[in-house]
């Protein structure tokens, strides 16, 4: 009796002291992210910085993002033509793809693939950089780990996110096209011009790159932390590597959800 | 100018409830090698970022030219550490830049030289360290006595007052652990600088120290000459220079009876 | 020192951004229908603009011509004001008739402009004087029901049934009780 008793107060305590964890750490990510702003002057003095981690965050992404958006805009044109032809309006392909890439999978997707490859890799380097003191001894050589090593990261994440979001809707709508246009045979003419009249530049295109500048603060930001914050351990490495993955993740759909609920009139 | 560049006043340090330091004292004067030695874990290295800022002591103080370390402000430590130089235990070069820039990265951040005088200072550098020969190679290139030669060569980037060494000798084979014994002897008496050593390594440290701590929990255990240590006859200093298994440090953690343990447990 | 590589790929991939977005910009999105040239406002009362949002388009012969800008409630006539952003390079004469329409059946509704006979144009600030409400569905069912019941046949038979009177009424109720 006493030893179930025991053990439901010990997942109590430990529920307890997750959660107590899990908002020290979302008080030291903040803090990080403002002590980041703080520090950017030097990213912009030396904008050299954000172009190597343009290269190897946005550039490092290109292929697996091109080649999941086309297959996805594939996909999509496949699924929506099944379904809009039952209704007769099967020219209304084109809208379907662009506005289902446009305003959600673009951003989403992508950030999705972002936080896998980019925020991953982010937080491993990160992490390894402190595992082999390498932020120590920047500290000890008086530059700052938050001026020359966080905030050029955090930049180019925040630049590259969106370029990969709007390269993400292009080519799933080439992708769709493809499928539609000359695999299935709708009218191509149609496609485009039907697209054209109910795709809105402000209300769409604009909004979906509002998404996807806040999806590449949060993600970027979310993998310079878990790998600032990382114990200095191979073990706590490889952790913070997953913890920025499901941290990315659900932060991106909970956001998609916040800024939609703004976006739909 | 005071005669000690670096003094320890009745330092207290520890993390939560378990006290590392426990009111230590020690001075660094000029020009010297001064090592500091003890067991695995007594905080030694901690006792360097305590000289760097890197942590904040519960108790006492730590001065660097006569200025308290941990009541400067962001601006106060960097111009402090701007005087210390410090080779960490692995080397920690930054792995995504060679050798060359991995020298140059602290004149590149701190000063506006222009990069003719940059490639001048960074070979120069090099060349006390015997790897001017190495500057294309990547760190993952290099052995580890190298990468610490490169790491200290970085650490003598900008011409510093004070050389921390943390554990410089842990990993090396002896020809390179030979090597960096001279460089520390060298280098501190050519660059007139004061080294200061942490390390467990009793016959390289008598070679070229000055002055030498020795710490154990939490406390100066023993200090002096390298001579006057030999000769000491205080049980724990006999223990650790002459390195027996067993002595005042004992050889078990404190543990519950070993038979009683055995033999008892299984009745509970 | 492989700076110059790195500067080249991060240029091709902006460059690849900016054409990507300017390429939903053009060929996906109505950047181009829509901000092309300046507009003249006019303004049309209706009774009834059903679910008419700003922003839908203003047709004329099934071309855009313009867009919706606001819509306001005048409480005094308890009608609603629609302004209409109408392209400069399209005329109409003052007694054009300004519908609402649903595109497709269940499809968005826009505002079909049907020109007039007479001489003198639409300027800035005028009001279209003819309009024509939206097609309410509630409003022709409960028409049509009012209909059936008044007619001599049995009021119970079966809806399934009624699918031609059905047609009738969605397509002469509404147009009749305006005209009339």
Redesign the interface.
Same mark, same amino acid.
């Given at each position: 009796m006493t030893k179930i008793f025991d053990g439901v107060l010990g997942a109590l305590r430990n529920l307890g002291s997750n959660f107590i964890d899990q908002i020290w750490r979302l008080g030291a990510g903040t803090r990080l992210f403002f002590d980041m702003l703080i520090s950017s002057g030097e990213s912009f003095r030396r904008f050299r910085l954000v172009v190597k981690e343009v290269y190897s965050t946005g550039v490092m992404s290109l292929v697996i993002i091109s080649v999941s958006a086309f297959f996805v805009g594939m996909v999509l044109a496949l699924q929506g033509y099944n379904t809009l032809q039952k209704y007769g309006s099967s020219e209304a392909i084109g809208v379907l793809v662009a506005l289902a890439l446009v305003r959600e999978l673009g951003p989403v997707v992508t950030a999705l693939l972002f936080a896998g490859r980019a925020g991953t890799a982010i937080t491993a380097e990160i992490g390894l950089m402190k595992a082999t003191e390498q932020l120590s001894a920047m500290e000890m050589m008086a530059v700052s780990p938050v001026s020359r090593v966080v905030a050029p990261r955090f930049w180019a994440g925040v630049i590259a996110l969106p370029i990969l979001a709007a390269l993400f809707s292009m080519i799933g709508i080439l992708g769709g096209y493809i499928v539609a246009v000359p695999l299935i045979g709708v009218d191509a003419g149609a496609f485009w011009s039907q697209m054209q009249a109910n795709v809105d530049w402000r209300l769409d295109i604009v909004n979906g790159v509002i998404k996807s500048v806040v999806f590449g603060v949060a993600c970027t930001m979310i993998a310079l932390f878990e790998g600032y914050d990382a114990p200095p351990t191979a073990e706590g490495v490889s952790r913070a590597t997953t913890r920025t993955v499901v941290t990315s993740s659900l932060a991106v759909l909970a956001l998609d959800f916040a800024l939609t609920s703004f976006m739909i009139e | 100018m005071t005669q000690n560049i670096v003094e320890i006043d009745n330092l207290s340090f520890g993390y939560k409830n378990r006290l590392l330091h426990k009111g230590i004292s020690m001075s660094f004067p000029r020009g010297k090698v001064v090592a500091i030695m003890g067991g695995s874990g007594s905080g030694k290295t901690t006792l360097l970022r305590l000289i760097g800022g890197q942590f904040k002591p519960n108790k006492g103080e730590v001065r660097v030219d006569g200025k308290v370390v941990h009541k400067q402000n962001d601006d106060g430590l960097y111009q402090l550490r701007r005087k210390m130089g410090m080779l960490f235990q692995q080397g920690a070069l930054f792995t995504d830049l060679s050798v060359y820039e991995n020298v140059a990265f602290p004149m590149r951040e701190l000063t506006d030289l222009p990069e003719s005088m940059i490639r001048d200072l960074v070979l120069m550098k090099l060349n006390a360290v015997g790897l001017r020969g190495a500057y294309q190679l990547m760190p993952t290139e290099l052995s580890g006595g190298m990468a610490r030669r490169v790491a200290l060569a970085r650490a003598i980037a900008l011409d510093p007052d004070i050389i921390m060494y943390d554990e410089p000798f842990a990993g090396l084979d002896p020809i390179s652990m030979a090597v960096i014994c001279d460089l520390i002897r060298t280098l501190n008496d050519a660059l007139g600088v004061t080294s200061i050593v942490v390390t467990h390594d009793v016959e390289e440290t008598f070679s070229f120290a000055d002055y030498i701590y020795f710490v154990a929990d939490g406390v100066v255990a023993a200090e002096g000459t390298p001579d006057d240590l030999r000769q000491s006859t205080l049980p724990f200093i006999h223990q650790f220079v002459y390195g027996e298994k067993d002595g005042p440090v004992p050889f078990h953690y404190p543990a519950g009876d070993y038979q009683q343990e055995l033999l008892g447990s299984k009745n509970d | 020192m492989n *700076?110059t590589t790195?500067?080249l790929? @991060?240029g @091709?991939? +902006?460059a $690849?951004?900016v #054409? #990507? $977005?300017l &390429? $939903? #910009?053009m060929? +996906? &999105?109505? $950047?181009?229908?829509?901000?092309i040239g300046k507009t003249y406002t006019v303004n049309a009362a209706f009774e009834n603009i059903g679910g008419l949002k700003p *922003?839908a388009?203003v047709k004329s012969a099934g071309v +855009?011509v313009g867009r919706v800008g606001d819509i306001k409630f005048d409480s005094s006539t308890y009608e609603a004001i629609v302004s209409l952003n109408i392209d400069e390079h399209y005329q109409f004469p003052t007694d054009t008739f300004a519908n609402i329409y649903t595109a497709?059946l269940l499809g968005e509704q826009y505002i079909g402009l049907e020109a007039g006979g007479e001489l003198e144009s639409l300027k800035e600030g005028d009001k279209i004087a003819h309009t024509q409400d939206a097609v309410v569905l509630e409003k022709m069912i409960s028409q049509f029901l009012y209909n059936k019941a008044s007619e001599p046949a049995p009021v119970n038979e079966a809806p399934a049934e009624s699918t031609k009177s059905d047609d009738d009424a969605l397509t002469a109720n509404p147009l009749d009780d305006l005209i009339n």
């Amino acid at each position: 009796m006493t030893k179930i008793f025991d053990g439901v107060l010990g997942a109590l305590r430990n529920l307890g002291s997750n959660f107590i964890d899990q908002i020290w750490r979302l008080g030291a990510g903040t803090r990080l992210f403002f002590d980041m702003l703080i520090s950017s002057g030097e990213s912009f003095r030396r904008f050299r910085l954000v172009v190597k981690e343009v290269y190897s965050t946005g550039v490092m992404s290109l292929v697996i993002i091109s080649v999941s958006a086309f297959f996805v805009g594939m996909v999509l044109a496949l699924q929506g033509y099944n379904t809009l032809q039952k209704y007769g309006s099967s020219e209304a392909i084109g809208v379907l793809v662009a506005l289902a890439l446009v305003r959600e999978l673009g951003p989403v997707v992508t950030a999705l693939l972002f936080a896998g490859r980019a925020g991953t890799a982010i937080t491993a380097e990160i992490g390894l950089m402190k595992a082999t003191e390498q932020l120590s001894a920047m500290e000890m050589m008086a530059v700052s780990p938050v001026s020359r090593v966080v905030a050029p990261r955090f930049w180019a994440g925040v630049i590259a996110l969106p370029i990969l979001a709007a390269l993400f809707s292009m080519i799933g709508i080439l992708g769709g096209y493809i499928v539609a246009v000359p695999l299935i045979g709708v009218d191509a003419g149609a496609f485009w011009s039907q697209m054209q009249a109910n795709v809105d530049w402000r209300l769409d295109i604009v909004n979906g790159v509002i998404k996807s500048v806040v999806f590449g603060v949060a993600c970027t930001m979310i993998a310079l932390f878990e790998g600032y914050d990382a114990p200095p351990t191979a073990e706590g490495v490889s952790r913070a590597t997953t913890r920025t993955v499901v941290t990315s993740s659900l932060a991106v759909l909970a956001l998609d959800f916040a800024l939609t609920s703004f976006m739909i009139e | 100018m005071t005669q000690n560049i670096v003094e320890i006043d009745n330092l207290s340090f520890g993390y939560k409830n378990r006290l590392l330091h426990k009111g230590i004292s020690m001075s660094f004067p000029r020009g010297k090698v001064v090592a500091i030695m003890g067991g695995s874990g007594s905080g030694k290295t901690t006792l360097l970022r305590l000289i760097g800022g890197q942590f904040k002591p519960n108790k006492g103080e730590v001065r660097v030219d006569g200025k308290v370390v941990h009541k400067q402000n962001d601006d106060g430590l960097y111009q402090l550490r701007r005087k210390m130089g410090m080779l960490f235990q692995q080397g920690a070069l930054f792995t995504d830049l060679s050798v060359y820039e991995n020298v140059a990265f602290p004149m590149r951040e701190l000063t506006d030289l222009p990069e003719s005088m940059i490639r001048d200072l960074v070979l120069m550098k090099l060349n006390a360290v015997g790897l001017r020969g190495a500057y294309q190679l990547m760190p993952t290139e290099l052995s580890g006595g190298m990468a610490r030669r490169v790491a200290l060569a970085r650490a003598i980037a900008l011409d510093p007052d004070i050389i921390m060494y943390d554990e410089p000798f842990a990993g090396l084979d002896p020809i390179s652990m030979a090597v960096i014994c001279d460089l520390i002897r060298t280098l501190n008496d050519a660059l007139g600088v004061t080294s200061i050593v942490v390390t467990h390594d009793v016959e390289e440290t008598f070679s070229f120290a000055d002055y030498i701590y020795f710490v154990a929990d939490g406390v100066v255990a023993a200090e002096g000459t390298p001579d006057d240590l030999r000769q000491s006859t205080l049980p724990f200093i006999h223990q650790f220079v002459y390195g027996e298994k067993d002595g005042p440090v004992p050889f078990h953690y404190p543990a519950g009876d070993y038979q009683q343990e055995l033999l008892g447990s299984k009745n509970d | 020192m492989n *700076r110059t590589t790195i500067d080249l790929w @991060v240029g @091709v991939f +902006v460059a $690849l951004g900016v #054409a #990507a $977005l300017l &390429g $939903l #910009a053009m060929k +996906v &999105g109505n $950047l181009t229908t829509t901000n092309i040239g300046k507009t003249y406002t006019v303004n049309a009362a209706f009774e009834n603009i059903g679910g008419l949002k700003p *922003r839908a388009p203003v047709k004329s012969a099934g071309v +855009v011509v313009g867009r919706v800008g606001d819509i306001k409630f005048d409480s005094s006539t308890y009608e609603a004001i629609v302004s209409l952003n109408i392209d400069e390079h399209y005329q109409f004469p003052t007694d054009t008739f300004a519908n609402i329409y649903t595109a497709g059946l269940l499809g968005e509704q826009y505002i079909g402009l049907e020109a007039g006979g007479e001489l003198e144009s639409l300027k800035e600030g005028d009001k279209i004087a003819h309009t024509q409400d939206a097609v309410v569905l509630e409003k022709m069912i409960s028409q049509f029901l009012y209909n059936k019941a008044s007619e001599p046949a049995p009021v119970n038979e079966a809806p399934a049934e009624s699918t031609k009177s059905d047609d009738d009424a969605l397509t002469a109720n509404p147009l009749d009780d305006l005209i009339n």
